[in-house]
């Protein structure tokens, strides 16, 4: 299957991509088909050196049937390749990590406390009743 993704190039802590056609068995900085743009990440978004693409060989293999990543399709989209894709719905992204681990240690402390003392108490008093009979029987039968 034919992808259109990102191949990572550059030095460490500044990447720099170019945006390749390639199987996607490939390994991600490995054998690709063709390269057909590059994608610099460091650059403002206004800059006209931050994306750069060949629109002729895009519509080609899009054509063939080559599906792009999730982030080239946004790039394409941005430069009116292709329609810009559908942005999903993940409401936790915009929460810091702190804040929703807080929300759910709350969540789920929250139905254990609750839950606990009804489930316990019925189970403590049926064994102790069971549990006394079943222990004299077993002493009679010993003697």
Do not use: C, H
């Not at 802590?13 to 490995?30: E, I, L, M, Q, T």
């Not at 804040?99 to 254990?112: L, Q």
């Amino acid at each position: 299957m034919l992808k259109l993704r990102l191949s990572r190039g550059g030095t460490k802590k500044r990447p720099v991509y170019k945006v390749v056609v390639a199987d996607s068995r490939f390994a991600r900085d490995g054998r690709f088909i063709e390269k057909v743009g590059f994608f610099n990440p460091l650059l403002p978004k206004d800059k006209k050196e931050r994306v750069g693409l060949e629109a002729e060989r895009i519509k080609y293999w899009l054509g063939q049937g080559a599906k792009p990543t999730t982030r080239v399709a946004r790039i394409l989209g941005e430069n009116e390749l292709m329609p810009m894709p559908v942005n999903g719905n993940n409401p936790n992204k915009a929460i810091p990590k702190k804040e929703r681990n807080k929300k759910e240690e709350d969540k789920t402390e929250a139905p254990k406390v609750d839950a606990a003392p009804a489930a316990e108490a019925p189970k403590e008093e049926a064994p102790k009743a069971d549990a006394a009979p079943a222990v004299e029987a077993l002493k009679e039968e010993k003697k």
